[in-house]
Nanobody
Framework: QVQVVESGGGLVQAGGSLRLSCAAS??????MGWFRQAPGKEREWVAY????????SYTTSVKGRFSISRDSAKNTAYLQMNSLKPEDTARYYC??????????????????WGQGTQVTVSS
């Protein structure tokens, strides 16, 4: 059974940091992505990593503040979030992509999803 489980969310003040983890089990993924969804908004792509980290990409609003990484031995991906802003408040989801086809930023191109972890940034 394939599972994707996020952890590490919480409440933090603006300017603070959090590190999210995404533990996968049951298979390894070609790539992994982080998405987020704020109340009343669409789920949006945040970051992407392929392989052991040779290829990464970010949505514009988090570039320079967030960093995605991956530990292949642990089958775990991470999202280090620095300089957090209130607008980063959302539920953060990790997703696994089994193949190379499709887009790094398109939800429907990911095959397995976690349940999410809540990140709240207070002003």
């Amino acid at each position: 059974q394939v599972q994707v489980v996020e952890s590490g969310g919480g409440l933090v003040q603006a300017g603070g940091s959090l590190r999210l983890s995404c533990a996968a089990s049951g298979r390894t993924f070609y790539a992994m992505g982080w998405f987020r969804q704020a109340p009343g908004k669409e789920r949006e792509w945040v970051a992407y990593i392929r392989g052991s980290g040779g290829t990464t990409s970010y949505t514009t609003s988090v570039k320079g503040r967030f960093s995605i990484s991956r530990d292949s031995a642990k089958n775990t991906a991470y999202l280090q979030m620095n300089s957090l802003k209130p607008e980063d408040t959302a539920r953060y989801y990790c997703a696994g992509k089994t193949g190379a086809s499709g887009s790094e930023a398109k939800k429907s191109d990911y095959n397995y999803w976690g349940q999410g972890t809540q990140v709240t940034v207070s002003s």
